[in-house]
């Protein structure tokens, strides 16, 4: 591939090299993030083969490793291990099991573990909590299924010391400290061929139909768990199933109701992640001819899947592991450029010194905002704003409408509102603000004021929205961001495309500029590959009328009329009418569109975005929106003691999307042509 054409996916991810204490090669270690860390536990060398019980962590924002080292006065760290499991509660990281030396300083003999280990996130430091003998208590494990949701440690499956598979489920109760249940499994789960996860956290009420998960059965609050697995690899078999392991031992099944344009093949030693309403399922991929490090998406909303495309990136060198960093909507691969994924997954070796960052946000896959307050509040910031009698400035807009407001309200929620308005004296009478934007732009940009949502239908208008964006980028407004970009992903179409593209170049939203350059490139691909087919079919219905009347000569017109009016074009559907007309929406999931870099689309929706920000999206477009306007006071005054509009915030102009190479030169990994059957045997 040359340097000019790049596949749109190559935008997605970034190769990045991690500096620090970097954690040696490692198998069988946990990862975990909290946060903007991420805690890297245990393991076994794979140098020495010896096991560890090494704590590392990683700054996601410095890429900066530290190895933590207990103080001489607090706990020790627990015993070596490997194959355990780590998860998140409140600050708590809890370990879980996993195979360990069964004397303390030999390597010879080996032992299944089922003690539990917390670290305190805040302290860094181990606590073992005493936990009493109890006849729900789990057997000793390892490479097992562990989640954690409702206070309560569920663990599912793994293997003994045999090799075999452990038919059972244990839940833990975190505030007793205390085993409360125990049950039988149908089928073997394990961490080489399974995950599970919990969905309680999942806002569901943004579905239309009932949660998959949710059992009428079974009360509203009842700790639900769902398990995906696949197996026979050669003819891979796709499972998944949901239960509730304190109210019911029946397991559900869910496998035949999982659809996409494709679906997962056999993944090795999945790991499975929450993300807004997806499952990010992720593994590595090995056949004869393939191999690689797979991303896939599950909406848990109508369970489509959705391949997640990261380009060339990562189809080099060894990546075969990944942890979702969910602040940013961004999914971490471990890896090495220079290295081969079969020989690695041969000694189940994951590396740590480079890592591949995914933004997941340009697929549509990102945490919705959350809602600070409940809608009755928010309808009654809108009659507050509605009322006159409270208000105590006029914000006059560039078409010379006024709107009526409270300071305290807008400095609350507009900093810059607020630092201006520090240390001013006024006089009495009303005060007026003049603000160079339309009054649509104005006006919802004082209903987020007053409520801290978007929940107006004019708020929600494509050209207001782009407005907004911009607003929050140049006032420093990151609450209004959020909502404004979330708000635009929702209202992404063909018709909207370049609208959104240019306002999210403006403001340095990447992963949304991302997303509407996907669209238009795929909107014009289609709408040519449609002009080809007519052009086609009219040339075989020229060839056809010709085969049947091949002695007619051609017919002259009777009349003597303007040609161009009876003239017809090559295409009954234009570029242009194409896009607005029969097309509607482009499915995200076409990422594996190229494109050339050092072209200029002839395309009128692809504008080329300079450094200065004068941007096409001025508020004059939003001029039409029809909005009521509130009342105006009846005290208003002329007083002018804020002649000027507003100054803008003189703030560096974000970048926009352009190939980026990576940060440093990785050199070409060596790839073996042919392909060694790797031990599939139970023994890790």
């Known amino acids: 591939m040359s340097q000019a054409t790049q596949s749109i996916a190559d935008l997605t991810t970034v190769l990045k090299q991690t500096t620090g204490d970097v954690p040696p090669p490692l198998v069988g270690a946990s990862s975990t993030t909290a946060g903007n860390k991420l805690y890297v536990f245990g393991g076994r060398l794979v140098s020495s083969r010896q096991m560890t019980n090494h704590l590392y962590i990683l700054n996601l924002d410095t890429l900066v490793w530290i190895h933590h080292v207990p103080e001489p006065h607090s706990s020790s760290a627990p015993r070596p291990r490997y194959f355990h499991s780590a998860n998140l509660y409140g600050h708590y990281l809890l370990i879980f099991g996993g195979m360990s030396y069964s004397v303390q300083r030999s390597s010879q003999n080996l032992c299944a573990l089922d003690d539990i280990c917390l670290l305190d996130l805040k302290s860094m430091t181990w606590k073992y909590p005493e936990i009493q003998p109890s006849i729900y208590s789990p057997q000793a494990r390892y490479a097992h299924l562990a989640e954690c949701s409702s206070d309560k440690l569920v663990i599912m499956g793994g293997q003994d010391m045999s090799n075999q598979y452990i038919n059972e489920i244990n839940v833990f109760d975190l505030i007793t400290y205390t085993w409360i249940h125990v049950g039988t499994l149908s089928k073997q789960y394990g961490a080489y061929r399974a995950i599970a996860f919990c969905p309680s956290r999942i806002n569901t009420k943004l579905q239309s139909s009932e949660p998959f998960w949710e059992n009428p059965e079974n009360p509203k609050d009842d700790l639900s768990v769902c398990v995906y697995s696949n197996y026979n690899f050669t003819d891979v078999t796709r499972d998944l199933q949901s239960f509730s392991p304190l109210s019911s031992s029946e397991f559900r099944d869910h496998s035949a109701e999982m659809s996409g344009t494709t679906l997962p093949p056999g993944l090795r030693f999945p790991s499975g992640d929450l993300l807004g309403h997806h499952m990010i399922l992720t593994g590595t991929y090995l056949t004869p001819t393939h191999r690689a490090f797979h991303i896939w998406a599950l909406n848990l909303a109508n369970l489509a899947w959705t391949r997640i495309d990261t380009g060339t990136m990562i189809m080099q060198g060894s990546w075969n592991r990944g942890i979702l960093y969910g602040d940013k909507n961004q999914f971490i691969v471990f890896g090495d450029r220079e290295r081969d994924l079969l020989e690695d997954y041969n000694h189940r070796q994951v590396n740590f010194g480079q890592i591949a960052v995914v933004e997941l946000e340009a697929f549509g896959i990102y945490s919705y905002p959350k809602e600070t307050c409940v809608p009755v509040a928010q309808e009654l910031g809108l009659s507050m704003l509605n009322e006159p009698s409270i208000s105590d400035i006029e914000i006059v807009t560039n078409d010379n409408r006024s709107i009526p407001a409270n300071t305290a309200v807008l400095a609350l929620r507009w900093p810059y509102f607020a630092q201006m308005s520090e240390g001013r004296i006024y006089s009495a009478g009303f005060k007026r603000l003049y603000f160079n934007e339309s009054y649509a732009v104005v006006l919802a940009l004082l209903q987020f004021a007053y409520t801290d949502h978007l929940m107006t239908a004019q708020q929600h208008h494509p050209n207001i929205l782009s407005r907004l964006l911009i607003l929050s980028d140049m006032y420093n407004l990151p609450r209004l961001g959020t909502l404004a970009t979330h708000a635009l992903h929702q209202l992404l179409t063909v018709s909207t495309a370049s609208l959104v593209y240019e306002a999210s170049a403006l403001t340095g939203k990447t992963s949304l500029q991302i997303r509407a350059l996907r669209v238009i490139i795929n909107a014009k691909k289609m709408a040519q590959q449609q002009h080809q087919q007519q052009q086609l079919q009219q040339q075989q219905n020229q060839g056809y009328q010709h085969q049947q009347h091949p002695q007619s000569p051609p017919q002259q017109p009777r009349h003597t009329y303007n040609e161009h009016y009876y003239q017809q074009p090559t295409s009954p ?70 002649s000027k509009s507003p100054p803008f915030v003189d703030r560096p102009r974000k970048a926009s999307l352009v190939p980026n190479s990576p940060p440093y030169n990785f050199k070409s990994g060596y790839m073996s042509s042919g392909y060694e059957r790797s031990n599939y045997g139970n023994r890790f």
């Open 573 to 642: 559907i234009s570029e242009t009418s194409a896009y607005s007309s029969h097309y509607s929406i482009i499915k995200q999931d076409d990422a594996d569109e190229s494109y050339n870099l050092r072209n200029n689309y002839n395309y009128p929706s692809t504008r080329r975005i300079t450094s200065s920000k004068s941007s096409t999206l001025n508020s004059q477009e939003v001029n039409n929106v029809s909005i009521p306007s509130p009342k105006l006071s009846k005290s208003s005054t002329t007083y002018y003691p804020l």
